[in-house]
Nanobody, 115 residues
Framework: QVQLVESGGGLVQPGGSLRLSCAAS????????MNWYRQAPGKERELVARISRSGSTNYADSVKGRFTISRDGAKNTVYLQMNSLKSEDTAVYFC?????????WGQGTQVTVSS
């Protein structure tokens, strides 16, 4: 079984930055895609960013230009660099790994943007 463990969440002021990490128990290249989702209270879970096995990336319109997804194959880790954070970014952020019909989810890490 694959385990995904998120870290790096916390409290940050508006305009600040955080770097989330998602450490996988195996090679991240065994997955077709690794994504970051987020879910705020009372809202649906939304896709924030994704990176494919080939390295191509996609972002939600709401975070384009502010968030960057990247990976380190040697560390089996995917990152989400979040800059210029807004209160609207407050949510639990989840790491996701998908390969064909198999999907894995991390437990989530809380990001709170507040002054």
């Amino acid at each position: 079984q694959v385990q995904l463990v998120e870290s790096g969440g916390g409290l940050v002021q508006p305009g600040g930055s955080l770097r989330l990490s998602c450490a996988a128990s195996g090679s991240i290249f065994s997955f077709n895609t690794m994504n970051w989702y987020r879910q705020a209270p009372g809202k649906e879970r939304e896709l924030v960013a994704r990176i494919s096995r080939s390295g191509s990336t996609n972002y939600a319109d709401s975070v384009k230009g502010r968030f960057t997804i990247s990976r380190d194959g040697a560390k089996n880790t995917v990152y989400l660099q979040m800059n210029s954070l807004k209160s609207e970014d407050t949510a639990v952020y989840f790491c996701y790994a998908g390969s064909f019909a198999t999907t894995y989810w991390g437990q989530g890490t809380q990001v709170t943007v507040s002054s």
